[in-house]
Nanobody, 126 residues
Framework: QVQLVESGGGLVQAGGSLRLSCTVSGLAFGVMGWFRQAPGKEREGVASISVTGHSAYYADSVQARFTISLNSAKNTLYLQMNSLKPEDTAMYYC?????????????????????WGQGTQVTVSS
């Protein structure tokens, strides 16, 4: 049984930082990603990373502020979020695909990922 469990969300002031975690079990994944969805908006890709950790891709809106990383020994995915802005407020989801990095044509498309966590809320106050 595949399980993805996120944690680390919360309320933070603008300019602050949070680190999200996602523990994966039951899946030999090839690519993992973080997505977010704000009320009334579509789910958008934030960042993705290959199983080796050597390749990563970011949305323009979070480039240089967010860092995705992977601890393969712990099967845990992280998203370090710095310089948070009110517009970063959303439910954050981790997702996984069994396909290798080179087969994922659009690294930030939700359609490319088969498995999802339940989400963790991030709220940034101004």
């Amino acid at each position: 049984q595949v399980q993805l469990v996120e944690s680390g969300g919360g309320l933070v002031q603008a300019g602050g930082s949070l680190r999200l975690s996602c523990t994966v079990s039951g899946l030999a994944f090839g690519v993992m990603g973080w997505f977010r969805q704000a009320p009334g908006k579509e789910r958008e890709g934030v960042a993705s990373i290959s199983v080796t950790g050597h390749s990563a891709y970011y949305a323009d809106s979070v480039q240089a502020r967010f860092t995705i990383s992977l601890n393969s020994a712990k099967n845990t995915l992280y998203l370090q979020m710095n310089s948070l802005k009110p517009e970063d407020t959303a439910m954050y989801y981790c997702a996984a695909s069994p396909l290798p990095w080179y087969q994922i044509t659009n690294k930030l498309s939700a359609l490319q990922y088969n498995y999802w966590g339940q989400g963790t809320q991030v709220t940034v106050s101004s």
